[in-house]
């Protein structure tokens, strides 16, 4: 087998399952009339017009990341919007924060 093969298959992004629910689809509805449409990472108001695919698009985020928090994945005091990239920017951070702090555990 082609080892190069294996290293794309195993990139595949794996996507958390609340994504999916009918509940987060209702929350979205609910943050995109309720909420402020200003980045809470950036501070930048995000344009009504782009698509959440845009890095400037509206994204809905969890304040405290559902991998460590996973109670909180549908509460609303855990959610505000963010651009796309600011979203995935933060994320990326509090992930190799969280690795950082598994590994740096030597007492
Ligand atoms: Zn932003």
């Known amino acids: 087998m082609n080892p190069a093969r294996v290293v794309v298959m195993s990139r595949s992004r794996r996507v958390n399952p609340i994504y999916k629910t009918r509940e987060w689809a209702e929350l979205r509805v609910w943050a995109k009339t309720f909420l402020p449409w ?6 930048e108001p995000i344009a009504p017009h782009l698509s959440g ?55």
Request: charged share 25%; net charge positive; with cysteine.
């Open 38 to 43: 200003i980045c809470h990472v950036c501070e």
């Open 53 to 107: 695919r845009h890095p400037r698009g509206w994204t809905l985020d969890h304040v405290l990341p559902v991998r460590t928090h996973p109670h909180l994945a549908y509460d609303k005091s855990n959610l505000k919007p963010a651009h796309s990239r600011c979203n995935g920017i933060r994320t990326a951070t509090l992930v190799a924060d969280m690795q950082r702090v598994k590994t740096s555990r030597r007492w």
